[in-house]
């Protein structure tokens, strides 16, 4: 089993940044998904165990102003996001994905899910 524990959220102005960070009790695969009110879970982005392959949703307007990384010392990957935008607002979840090699959008491949963090942007 795999825990993991979100941190870093909370409230920024409009073009501000915050890193996320997502404590995990073991390597795997990680995702990051978000789901705002009103809509459904989406992915964000993903990195594999080694942190030498990151993937980026297309659909999803974060390139360019959010990174994926991981420190493998720490147990920990972090989400940066820059220049945050209000339509960012929502609750991050990191899931883990210990049988996969590299990150999949896709939720069913994730066995384990953090609590969830709240990220707010006013505008």
């Known amino acids: 089993q795999v825990q993991l524990v979100e941190s870093g959220g909370g409230l920024v102005q409009a073009g501000g940044s915050l890193r996320l960070s997502c404590a995990a009790s073991a390597r795997s695969v990680i995702g990051w998904f978000r789901q705002a009110p009103g809509k459904e879970r989406e992915f964000v982005a993903g990195?594999?165990?080694?942190?030498?392959?990151?993937?980026?949703k297309d659909s999803v307007s974060v390139k360019g102003r959010f990174t994926i990384s991981r420190d493998n010392a720490k147990n920990t990957v972090y989400l940066q996001m820059n220049s945050l935008k209000p339509e960012d607002t929502a609750v991050y979840y990191c899931?883990?994905?210990?049988?996969?090699?590299?990150?999949?959008?896709?939720?069913?491949?994730?066995?384990?899910w953090g609590q969830g963090i709240q990220v707010t942007v006013s505008s």
């Open positions: 990195i594999n165990r080694d942190g030498d392959f990151t993937y980026y």
């Open positions: 899931a883990a994905d210990t049988r996969g090699a590299t990150s999949s959008p896709y939720e069913f491949n994730y066995d384990y």
